[in-house]
């Protein structure tokens, strides 16, 4: 076995576009890459919650590192927090993309799935700015 | 085919390989073929046939199979390019060649002679979609 390939987490302020986005990797990409998914605040509405992101960080741990698919504004921030309270030796191994967070997810897990370190996985899907 | 060799064996040709009549190489050794390295480059092309083309899912595909070879992995839609890194999923994605177009490959490393096979042989099955 090879060192294990990088995590990808999705966080959208839409539950269903996190869990949708999520089928989309899964099925275009495969389950050789760890994922998860979260979205909505805790009451339903739409929102990202920082518990629940780092519910989802710790879900898709990998020790190649993790990298964080967000949509809008309080996504990306609270992503941002999560990371903060990590601890110290996983901090530095997960990173926000800045990448359209479907197409990020999916381009992401491809670049992923070949055993590609984090960087150059992050690097990759933020191509799609470029 | 006269023998029995590999039935896709005969596309894949060492690219550059001197032509009967060639003139040699000139004394002063500044013949420098292009911009491949000089290391052998082996070239071959398959047909689009899936409906779909090289859509995402395909554009997917090839990218990881591209991913499981050492050797450097090129395509173009041109027998003469421009040259796509069949291991860039987001250029990958890009090519959105339809059925009926011709993929060119080109490989040169370690395993160049089977990720060239590889590949002709993941577009001649349609990617495994149909």
């Known amino acids: 076995m090879r060192v294990a390939n990088v995590g990808i987490v999705i966080v959208s302020h839409s539950p269903k576009v996190a869990e949708g986005a999520a089928d989309m990797v899964r099925q275009m990409v495969g389950d050789s890459v760890p994922l998860a998914h979260t979205g909505g605040d805790p009451d339903g509405g739409l929102g990202t919650d920082l518990a629940r992101i780092l519910e989802a960080i710790e879900a898709a741990w990998s020790e190649a590192g993790v990298v964080v698919l ?61 | 085919m006269p023998d029995g060799s590999a039935p896709d064996g005969s596309r894949i040709r060492p690219e550059g390989a001197p032509l009967a009549g060639a003139p040699a190489l000139a004394s002063g050794g500044q013949s420098i073929e292009d911009s491949m390295p000089t290391e052998d480059t082996l070239s071959g092309a398959a047909t689009l046939a899936n409906q779909a083309g090289l859509h995402a899912r395909p554009a997917v595909k090839l990218t990881q199979l591209a ?29 959105k060649a339809a059925k009926g177009e011709t993929l060119h490959f080109r490989a040169s490393g370690p395993d160049a002679e089977a990720a060239l096979a590889a590949l002709l042989a993941l577009v001649d099955a349609k990617f495994d979609e149909e």
Do not use: H, Q
Request: proline residues 4%.
């Open chain 2, 67 to 95: 991913k499981s070879f050492a050797s450097r992995t090129e395509f173009a839609v041109a027998p003469d390019g421009p040259w796509i890194d069949a291991k860039s999923p987001v250029k990958v994605m890009r090519v």
């Open chain 1, 70 to 130: 967000v949509d809008l504004g309080g996504a990306e921030t609270n992503s941002e927090m999560a990371i903060e309270m990590l601890d110290e030796d996983r901090r530095g191994r997960v990173v926000v993309c800045n990448a359209p967070v479907v197409e990020g997810a999916v381009i992401a897990a491809t670049e992923a799935s070949g055993g590609s370190s984090l960087e150059l996985v992050k690097r990759t899907a933020e191509e799609l700015y470029a």
